[in-house]
């Protein structure tokens, strides 16, 4: 069965750090484009970044450059979103995507 697990989300203050990690599992991420997304109460999903299958280049939404960065271990089947200077408005569901299949999304939560 071909699914992605996510973890690492919960409470944090504003300014704190927090590392959100998508396991596959099924399949293999490598050579894949990893993607990540947020959805606020009351908003629409969102892109925040993804990370290149081939290269490891990496891209994100104005709003998270320079607090959020993503990385992948292959042979861990894994990748990682790190959130760093966490603001209020950072709060959110977050979903990671491979291959078409979305995680179930983990709850981000930052209070001020």
């Known amino acids: 069965q071909v699914q992605l697990v996510q973890s690492g989300g919960g409470l944090v203050q504003a300014g704190d750090s927090l590392r959100l990690s998508c396991a596959a599992s099924g399949r293999s991420i490598s050579g894949y484009i990893m993607g990540w997304y947020r959805q606020a109460p009351g908003k629409e999903r969102e892109f925040v970044g993804s990370?290149?299958?081939?290269?490891?280049?990496?891209r994100y939404a104005d709003s998270v450059k320079e607090r959020f960065f993503i990385s992948r271990d292959d042979a861990k089947n894994t990748g990682y979103l790190q959130m760093n200077s966490l603001k209020s408005e950072d709060t959110a569901i977050y979903y990671c995507?491979?291959?078409?299949?979305w995680g179930r999304g983990t709850q981000v939560t930052v209070s001020s």
């Open positions: 990370i290149s299958g081939s290269d490891g280049s990496t």
């Open positions: 995507v491979v291959w078409g299949t």
